[in-house]
T-cell receptor, first 113, second 112 residues
Framework: KQEVTQIPAALSVPEGENLVLNCSFT??????LQWFRQDPGKGLTSLLL?????REQTSGRLNASLDKSSGRSTLYIAASQPGDSATYLC????????????FGSGTRLSIRP | SQTIHQWPATLVQPVGSPLSLECTVE??????LYWYRQAAGRGLQLLFY??????ISSEVPQNLSASRPQDRQFILSSKKLLLSDSGFYLC???????????FGEGSWLTVV
């Protein structure tokens, strides 16, 4: 059974710092991995999608890496800003029909001005 | 463009009452559809997903059920709500394997 874990559960850093969020999954047979952002009481916004054949994806100050064989992904945020404060979730697409999408429990990020 | 609608946005229901949350997707055909639940301060738990009309996969045994009466309609139901059913319910859709997933705005359910 696929399990997705995110560490740390919460993180608080001062503005301007670079930071790394971690995501691990138990079954390496995934189709893709996706990072999302969730603001309090809101739905999810997709940040980056990495296909299983890819090693990384970049969008602005965000860079996501994928090491499928070791079951790990990282989300790197450069030059953090208070507006980056949110919960970040990773999700893997898995299953025989590639239709099942399993989420981690998230990392609650707080950027201090 | 594709859009997803989910309602109601907020719901307060007594224990033992029925539940119906509805989700519709516009602008696409044969989407994969999903229902997730998020308890306070927790991640998203996959409840049900569907790859086609009448095809429902259940991930967590509980007193909830899902139905897909039309291609772009996904309904989450319960005959008798429990206090533990309280949470934030999110509907989502995906074009298919290898693609991203898009979420609705969510429905807050409080069982009292």
């Amino acid at each position: 059974k696929q399990e997705v874990t995110q560490i740390p559960a919460a993180l608080s850093v001062p503005e301007g710092e670079n930071l790394v969020l971690n995501c691990s999954f138990t079954d390496s047979a995934i189709y893709n991995l996706q990072w999302f952002r969730q603001d309090p009481g809101k739905g999810l916004t997709s940040l980056l999608l990495i296909q299983s054949s890819q090693r990384e994806q970049t969008s602005g100050r965000l860079n996501a890496s994928l090491d499928k064989s070791s079951g790990r992904s990282t989300l790197y945020i450069a030059a953090s800003q208070p507006g980056d404060s949110a919960t970040y979730l990773c999700a893997v697409r898995t299953g025989s029909s590639a239709s099942k999408i399993i989420f981690g429990s998230g990392t609650r990020l707080s950027i201090r001005p | 463009s594709q859009t997803i609608h989910q309602w109601p946005a907020t719901l307060v229901q007594p224990v033992g009452s029925p539940l119906s949350l509805e989700c519709t997707v516009e602008g696409t055909s044969n989407p994969n559809l999903y229902w997730y639940r998020q308890a306070a301060g927790r991640g998203l738990q996959l409840l049900f997903y569907s790859v086609g009309i009448g095809q429902i996969s259940s991930e967590v045994p509980q007193n909830l059920s899902a139905s897909r009466p039309q291609d772009r309609q996904f309904i989450l139901s319960s005959k008798k709500l429990l206090l533990s059913d309280s949470g934030f319910y999110l509907c989502a859709w995906s074009p298919g394997a290898g693609n991203t997933i898009y979420f609705g705005e969510g429905s807050w359910l409080t069982v009292v």
